[in-house]
């Protein structure tokens, strides 16, 4: 009996432990990402991304950043662009432990560039660090240090079977460069690992995987991605294709997500044809919101439309959160140049053009050479002055002396021989 008291008192503090934060790096560098993990099996409350604040010196600072929920845990990540002791909060969490708790959730972690003996980086940007996709979607990998990155991939797979890893590939990026890599999910649920000075685990939420059956119904887009302000509205066009010979009839659309209103309904499709409705988003809160656009037809058969909108709050500018990676561009080294450049969130000079090797001035050294000549002439010149300044024009009297002393040398001379 003992014995089972001391278990149970050993036991009752992790039974009751508090939420907490969990980071896959509590040191990172300048434009690499954080990955975390809030583990939320008792939450009473939701977070949204607008929750997960940064600080430093409990000054709010901001970072790009996305949280997303799945299967009772909440995965996010951010890029930290700057140097610096940072804290993550999250305030006003509603657990249950047994009874309802409130406590507000910190992290710290900080940032600094790391450099090898030769006093060179390596760093590498991943945009996104977390995937929330229905479809295959591309990740970049950007080298922003100054050395070579040699990167493996492979997958984790985690589900309730079994896990372990399911392919494995190196690669190598070079300063300034970037590699985009195509993630095909095959689970609900992956993790896509990243190898190289560091090792980075991305989590992959597939939206919805859907079942193997040809439907005769097929939609445009078969997905959709928004990001808007609170204040704002939008409004979406989809087009509807009925491949089949037979009309489609007894439509019904629907959604699960409170911030869309379909605005108009369709009865039937007639055979080989297509048609269109259109669906409006109203913004509530900020926050993202992953759901689905339902279209049930033709007795039990059913159409889903994967659907993520990101609301952000009325003082942000949309454009002003995309990275350099995310617009589709790389950061050049000190000896290139770009044909094209823009600014983005992280760097006022995003190159979405190529990356060129500088050219040398016209004529290479060639203006040296010159400027040491035009310098030789001018010494030249210049001795030559010298010269002619010592050496002073003979007077006619000394001429006349000179030819006599050379006649009387010429005649005592012919004197000697006789």
Excluded at 308 to 324: G, H, R, Y
Aim: aromatic fraction near 10%; charge should be neutral.
């Amino acid at each position: 009996m003992k014995k089972m008291l001391l278990l149970f008192i050993l036991i009752l503090p992790m039974l009751s432990a508090q939420p907490q934060i969990i980071l896959q790096h509590e040191e990172v560098q300048p434009q690499e990402i954080i990955l975390g993990e809030i583990p939320a099996p008792n939450f009473l409350t939701t977070i949204e991304s607008s929750d997960l604040k940064f600080y430093q010196n409990n000054k709010q600072v901001f970072f790009e950043h996305e949280l997303f929920f799945y299967n009772n845990t909440y995965y996010f990540y951010a890029l930290i662009n700057k140097a610096g002791n940072y804290t993550i909060r999250i305030s006003n969490i509603i657990y249950q432990d047994p009874s309802p708790k409130s406590a507000t959730l910190e992290k710290q972690f900080f940032s600094k560039e790391s450099k090898d003996e030769n006093n060179k980086t390596q760093i590498l940007s991943i945009n996104p660090g977390v995937i929330f996709a229905s479809k295959p979607i591309n990740i970049t990998l950007s080298n922003r240090g100054e050395l070579s990155l040699d990167v493996e991939y492979r997958w984790f797979i985690k589900d309730e079977k079994d896990s372990g890893f399911s392919f494995f590939s190196p690669d190598t990026i070079s300063p300034g460069n970037f590699k985009r890599i195509l993630i095909t999910p095959e689970k609900s649920f992956d993790y896509f690992e990243i190898l190289s000075y560091k090792n980075f685990k991305i989590p992959v939420i597939y939206l919805t995987i859907q079942p193997p059956i040809q439907l005769d119904l097929r939609a445009q887009p078969d997905s959709i991605q928004v990001k808007i302000n609170e204040d704002n509205t939008t409004s979406k066009t989809i087009e509807l294709f009925n491949f089949g010979d037979t009309n489609i009839t007894s439509v019904a659309i629907s959604s699960n997500l409170s911030i869309i209103r379909i605005e108009s309904q369709i009865n039937n499709i007639p055979a080989k044809s297509k048609t269109n409705f259109t669906v409006q988003i109203i913004p509530e809160n900020p926050g993202v919101f992953a759901g689905n656009i339902k279209i049930n037809f033709s007795g039990e058969k059913e159409l889903k439309i994967p659907v993520e909108i990101s609301v952000f709050s009325k003082n942000v500018v949309i454009e002003e959160l995309k990275t350099c990676a995310g617009l589709g561009g790389v950061f050049c080294t000190q000896n290139q140049t770009c044909t094209d450049s823009v600014e983005s969130y992280d760097s006022p000079e995003c190159c979405i053009g190529e990356c060129k090797e500088k050219e040398e001035p016209s004529g290479g050294y060639s203006w040296l050479i010159g400027i040491a000549l035009l310098i030789a002439v001018l010494l030249i010149l210049y001795v030559i002055y010298k010269k002619l300044k010592k050496t002073k024009p003979k007077s006619p009297e000394e001429r006349i002396q000179e030819r006599t002393k050379l006649y009387e040398q010429r005649v005592s001379g012919s004197l000697t021989k006789e």
